[in-house]
């Protein structure tokens, strides 16, 4: 059964809404905020690479308990999180409380109070908050460009007179 952990479905969110956000008409660069989510991305690759531990592969741990190199590995993702979430300010409680709700579930799965699904779970929906907020974030955005678009066209328009 493949077991699936919070951030690496934030990573996953982050980079399917970079797609939002990216989506300027003529600009081949790219947008700070999507370029700190695939920051994010990277550094949570990173944390797998660094700890040897890979959150979408832990067949055969216990539901109670947590996998060599899962601590360090989560807190590798905390710092991850922790930057990411500079790009985002009106959403950086809802980090913090991502982080938080972790860290005492994961205490919890250590001490063998939570298993490891019940926690998962909880990050699912906390996850899911934050997903539609940054979506809601990315629909504003492109409402505010479209907006400014069109002050642009009609400037240009009253312009034209001079002709």
């Avoid at 399917?16 to 990216?22: D, E, I, Y």
């Avoid at 709700?101 to 994961?106: G, Q, R, S, Y």
């Avoid at 919890?108 to 699912?124: I, K």
């Avoid at 906390?126 to 809601?136: D, H, T, V």
């Amino acid at each position: 059964m493949k077991r699936l952990f919070g951030f690496l479905l934030l990573a996953g969110i982050a980079s399917g809404l970079s797609a939002c956000t990216s989506q300027s008409s003529s600009s081949s660069s790219q947008s700070p905020l999507a370029a700190a989510r695939q920051q994010l991305v990277a550094d949570l690759h990173g944390c797998t690479q660094t700890y040897g531990y890979d959150p979408r592969n832990v067949a055969g741990v216990p539901e109670n308990k947590l996998a060599p190199n899962e601590l360090e590995w989560r807190q590798c993702g905390y710092d991850a999180v922790r930057k990411y979430s500079h790009s985002q300010p009106a959403l950086t409680g809802q980090y913090d409380q991502l982080i938080n709700e972790d860290i005492t579930m994961t205490n919890a799965v250590q001490a063998g109070t939570m298993t490891r699904s019940q926690r998962r779970e909880r990050l699912q929906t906390l996850i899911e908050q934050i997903k539609r907020a940054e979506e809601s974030q990315a629909q504003a955005a492109a409402s505010e460009q479209a907006q400014q678009m069109d002050d642009v066209r009609r400037a240009v328009d009253s312009m034209r007179g001079f002709y």
